[in-house]
């Protein structure tokens, strides 16, 4: 079997064993790129020198660790239920915990954010005296859309962030035209409307929740720097070759020095699953991409979009969200990138346009589903044992209107500054 060949063959293994064992997808990527590797088809040095993107690795890693340490802070608790006591309407409130949800998820990892908005949201269902599962499945949708906004607010971003050689403003002004940002945003606004149908009988008044207290603002300082260092990354570093993952790594070191013996522990609990399956998949698709399978696919795809921009747009947009709605996003949008690239390039269709849809529709497509994102699976956990079990329908009911209303407006807003 020559090498071409192993390269798709593990790679689809892998594929299948992303979906049939999601829990294992750590081991299955690292797997599988050892095989890559023993097999010749990429020398070790080229697996881990060359594949992988370290600076990307940096970014995601000490992104992780300040926003662990935000979350101890309790600050976006803090911030959830001043914001809920400042509504008077029980509608008000849930959107604005559905909102609140998004805006943290620009900088926090979706999951961490569900996980602590939780038992905000189920003691303001309480005093509401109503079924939680709308306003947290709301909150998981909501913080899968806006972690596509900013180039640190999930792994999707990161990568796309580092192929593109984007910096952080950059997501918001793109060539001096409004960046991805914006189109999140109307996105945004269009999937709230959604929501206050979801909520449309929520119609008296909202009840005081419980008080909260900011453990420390250190960890609020440290985010901040993050931002401010990253707004400077494509001035000192154009090439998004290491400024970002060492910016981030050294807060993120300055960090665990701050919080002394407790770091230990909490490194213990960061996610490594991520962590590793990020490396192996990089491993995987530089097999995939060495062996020429990304020209040919992209070649098919020109060829059936007939070279209308239109037509190979939408095209983009519908299979990422599909596809994203089953399946890991990450290595899909890993093999996607250069194939987008490259089918942008035999079309003669402006690249940001491909690109914009590609993101949003891989990163979106997860809200169709409850097995689309890590997000919506730890909802369904917590719901299940408050006594709630959410259907495959129950949670497609909100996610699917939400994801269409979404998509469609998100990718209007990028056809009509890019198209």
């Not at 900013?150 to 990568?159: A, H, V």
């Not at 929501?195 to 909202?206: H, P, S």
């Amino acid at each position: 079997m020559t090498p071409a060949w192993i390269a798709l063959a593990v790679f689809t293994v892998c594929y299948v064993l992303f979906v049939v064992l999601p829990q294992k997808r750590a081991l299955t990527a690292c797997g599988g790129a050892l095989i890559l590797v023993a097999t010749g088809v990429l020398p070790i040095r080229e697996a881990l020198c060359e594949a992988v993107s370290w600076n990307v690795m940096g970014l995601f890693f000490g992104t992780l660790v300040l926003a662990e340490l935000f979350m101890e802070s309790r600050m976006p608790a803090v911030l959830a239920e001043r914001l809920v006591d400042s509504f008077r309407s029980e509608r008000g409130a849930m959107l604005a915990l559905c909102a609140l949800s998004g805006g943290i998820s620009m900088f926090v990892e979706n999951v961490a954010v569900v996980l602590l908005l939780a038992p905000v949201a189920l003691s303001l269902a309480k005093r509401l005296k109503r079924s939680p599962v709308p306003l947290l499945i709301g909150i998981a949708v909501s913080s899968n859309l806006q972690g596509t906004a900013t180039m640190i607010g999930d792994p999707p971003s990161m990568i796309f962030a580092g192929y593109m050689k984007m910096g952080f403003w950059d997501f918001f002004l793109t060539q001096g035209k409004p960046g991805i940002f914006f189109a999140v945003q109307a996105g945004a606004v269009a999937s709230l409307l959604v929501l206050a149908w979801v909520f449309r009988d929520a119609k008296g008044r909202a009840k005081q929740i419980e008080r909260e207290k900011a453990l420390s603002m250190v960890p609020s300082y440290f985010l901040m720097l993050l931002v401010l260092g990253l707004s400077c990354a494509t001035v000192v570093d154009p090439n998004f070759a290491w400024f970002a993952g060492c910016w981030t790594m050294l807060l993120c070191l300055a960090a665990l020095f701050w919080n002394g013996r407790k770091s230990l522990q909490m490194v213990k609990t960061l996610d490594w699953d991520t962590t590793f399956f990020l490396i192996g998949v990089f491993i995987l698709v530089a097999g995939l991409s060495g062996s020429g399978w990304m020209d040919k696919l992209a070649g098919v795809l020109a060829s059936s979009a007939g070279g209308s921009q239109v037509a190979g747009f939408a095209m983009v947009v519908v299979l990422s969200v599909i596809v994203s709605g089953f399946v890991d996003n990450v290595p899909f949008l890993l093999v996607m990138i250069p194939v987008v690239q490259k089918m942008s390039d035999q079309m003669g269709v402006n690249v940001q346009l491909l690109m914009y849809g590609l993101l949003i529709g891989a990163c979106l497509g997860g809200n169709l589903t409850p097995i689309g994102a890590s997000a919506n699976v730890v909802t369904l956990g917590i719901l299940k044992k408050q006594g709630y079990l959410v259907t495959f329908r129950d949670f497609a009911k909100i996610g699917l209107p939400f994801t269409v209303a979404a998509v469609a407006v998100a990718c209007a807003f990028v056809w009509m500054v890019w198209g």
